[in-house]
């Protein structure tokens, strides 16, 4: 069992940054690849950005300019770097860990992004 937990989130001015972390339980962290997902009010959940165990990134195309995703196996924590965010950036931002068949989730962290 793994278990997730985001934090980070918050309310931003436009153009503003975030960083969102995603904390993990269990001894097998490296072994999974780590993405986030967001999912505004009203919108299906929707692929930020992944990262397997390797290193390798990979992005969802209108995120990879603005959002950066690391890892830290050592801390057992993934990052999603927000930069220059947009009220269109506003949603509830989900950690994810898979390997195989396997998914777990996290609660979530609230990112709105308003003047």
């Known amino acids: 069992q793994v278990q997730l937990v985001e934090s980070g989130g918050g309310l931003v001015q436009p153009g503003g940054s975030l960083r969102l972390s995603c904390s993990t339980s269990?001894?097998?962290?490296?072994?999974?690849?780590m993405g986030w997902y967001r999912q505004a009010p009203g919108k299906q959940r929707e692929w930020i950005a992944h990262?397997?165990?390797?290193?390798?990134?990979e992005y969802a195309d209108p995120m990879k300019e603005r959002f950066t995703i690391s890892r830290d196996n050592a801390k057992t924590t993934v990052y999603l770097q927000l930069n220059n965010l947009k009220s269109e950036d506003t949603a509830v931002y989900y950690c994810?860990?898979?390997?195989?068949?396997?998914?777990?989730w996290g609660q979530g962290t609230q990112v709105t992004v308003t003047s």
């Open positions: 994810n860990a898979q390997r195989s068949d396997t998914n777990y």
């Open positions: 269990g001894r097998v962290f490296s072994l999974f690849a």
């Open positions: 990262i397997r165990p390797s290193g390798h990134k």
